[in-house]
Nanobody
Framework: QVQLVESGGGLVQAGDSLRLSCAAS????????MAWFRQAPGKEREFVAA???????NYADSVKGRFTISRDSAKNTVYLQMNSLKPEDTAVYYC????????????????WGQGTQVTVSS
């Protein structure tokens, strides 16, 4: 069993930056692939970024070049650095985990956090 707790969301202006954190706990969590998804009001939950247990990463086209996913295995924490934020980035951001390989598909993830709200004003 894996538990995930997100933090770091908030209200910012367009062009600002935020860093989200996802603290993971559970057995062998350092071997899991981790990802961030987001869900805006009235929309489906969509893939944002993912990182493998070895550190390889994938990004949605909409965030490529602006967002960076990273992980600190010693702290069992995954980060999402978000720069040049846009109003369309407004959503609840969810951390997710799966084993063993990374995926960009929502249905492949077994474990989810409770989400953290990010609001970007224009």
């Amino acid at each position: 069993q894996v538990q995930l707790v997100e933090s770091g969301g908030g209200l910012v202006q367009a062009g600002d930056s935020l860093r989200l954190s996802c603290a993971a706990s559970g057995r062998f969590v350092s071997t899991y692939a981790m990802a961030w998804f987001r869900q805006a009001p009235g929309k489906e939950r969509e893939f944002v970024a993912a990182i493998s247990r070895s550190g390889g990463s994938n990004y949605a086209d909409s965030v490529k070049g602006r967002f960076t996913i990273s992980r600190d295995s010693a702290k069992n924490t995954v980060y999402l650095q978000m720069n040049s934020l846009k109003p369309e980035d407004t959503a609840v951001y969810y951390c997710a985990a799966r084993s063993p390989v990374v995926s960009i598909t929502r249905e492949d993830y077994n474990y989810w956090g409770q989400g953290t709200q990010v609001t970007v004003s224009s």
